[in-house]
């Protein structure tokens, strides 16, 4: 059975720092890629960042950029997605998400992950 749960989510205020983690179980995780999407209210889902299996190659939303980083650690089956800088448009419920055997060409895609977590929410406050 696959598992991600994640954690770390909460109200912040704008300009601050918030670590989400996300634990997987029940995947090979050092190939799998995994993912970070959120949604706003009222939004479609939107990709926020991913790390292609075990080869440390990264992907960020452009609005992310700069500010976020994805990382992940193999042995603990755990992603990390360090948010900074964070303001009002970064509220929403973040997703972590797992795409066994996934390919580089379509990390971006929710299409692509096959399992998700059932979300944490962000609330920045200006």
């Known amino acids: 059975q696959v598992q991600l749960v994640e954690s770390g989510g909460g109200l912040v205020q704008a300009g601050d720092s918030l670590r989400l983690s996300c634990v997987v179980s029940g995947v090979t995780f050092r190939s799998t890629v995994m993912g970070w999407f959120r949604q706003a209210v009222g939004k479609e889902r939107e990709f926020v960042a991913s790390s292609f299996r075990n080869s440390g190659t990264t992907s960020y939303a452009d609005s992310v950029k700069g500010r976020f980083t994805i990382s992940r650690d193999n042995a603990k089956n755990t992603v990390y997605l360090q948010m900074t800088s964070l303001n009002s448009e970064d509220t929403a419920v973040y997703y972590c998400?797992?795409?066994?055997?996934?390919?580089?060409?379509?990390?971006?895609?929710?299409?692509?992950?096959?399992?998700w977590g059932q979300g944490t929410q962000v609330t920045v406050s200006s």
């Open positions: 998400a797992a795409a066994p055997g996934g390919i580089l060409s379509t990390q971006r895609s929710p299409q692509t992950y096959k399992y």
